[in-house]
T-cell receptor, first 111, second 114 residues
Framework: AQSVTQPDIHITVSEGASLELRCNYS??????LFWYVQSPGQGLQLLLK??????LVQGIKGFEAEFKRSQSSFNLRKPSVHWSDAAEYFC?????????FGAGTTVTVRA | NAGVTQTPKFQVLKTGQSMTLQCAQD?????MYWYRQDPGMGLRLIYY???????DKGEVPNGYNVSRLNKREFSLRLESAAPSQTSVYFC?????????????FGAGTRLSVL
């Protein structure tokens, strides 16, 4: 059974517009959640993480994510997208000392 | 800072050939991981090494072997490559085998098996 679901395979957004990427998880215990970004031809870079406490977490590059336990979600947001944000984004949950990744969402930024 | 270095970056094999993917980290991390990335499937864990001298199977270990050569290096071997092993392979490392520890990724090895 898949632990992390990213419902959107591909999103296109205009430069300067807001972006929201969805992530839903299925895990019985308190989840430890991550968002990673993969630029074309590159490895993965951590954007932000949630372990506990404040449900709104800030990350690098102007991204933030909100953990909602009632909805089993950890959605990623950015108020104003830059062309350099074009990449693939992965949500992940830590299970038994390992990371389980979603299938990813590809973001295209149009001028 | 090199971080996690993977070699080679690209490789083409014929079915049945063998090869070893190399990974080295210079961050003095204890734990290392090998993933494969396939379209629409995210990253799937092949093998991991929680600490020097230990290795464990991940989600998709069949057809692969690993060696934790020392604290810095963790290699992945394909003994008899199959077309189903065409993928992008990522190595990662983290300070400890703890889900709270961030994993740092290499740039990947793109492997095609014909």
């Amino acid at each position: 059974a898949q632990s992390v679901t990213q419902p959107d395979i591909h999103i296109t957004v205009s430069e300067g517009a807001s972006l929201e990427l969805r992530c839903n998880y299925s895990y019985g215990a308190t989840p430890y959640l991550f968002w990673y970004v993969q630029s074309p031809g590159q490895g993965l870079q951590l954007l932000l993480k949630y372990f506990s406490g404040d449900t709104l977490v800030q990350g690098i590059k102007g991204f933030e994510a909100e953990f909602k336990r009632s909805q089993s979600s950890f959605n990623l947001r950015k108020p104003s997208v830059h062309w350099s944000d074009a990449a693939e984004y992965f949500c992940a949950v830590a299970i038994d000392y390992k990371l389980s990744f979603g299938a990813g969402t590809t973001v295209t930024v149009r001028a | 800072n090199a971080g996690v270095t993977q070699t080679p970056k690209f490789q083409v094999l014929k079915t049945g050939q063998s090869m070893t993917l190399q990974c080295a980290q210079d961050m003095n991390h204890n734990s290392m991981y090998w993933y494969r990335q396939d379209p629409g499937m995210g990253l799937r864990l092949i093998y991991y090494s929680a600490s020097e001298g230990t290795t464990d199977k991940g989600e998709v270990p069949n057809g692969y072997n690993v060696s934790r050569l020392n604290k810095r290096e963790f290699s992945l071997r394909l003994e008899s490559a199959a077309p189903s092993q065409t993928s992008v392979y990522f190595c990662a490392s983290s300070p400890l085998s703890d889900y709270k520890n961030i994993q740092y990724f290499g740039a990947g090895t793109r492997l095609s098996v014909l």
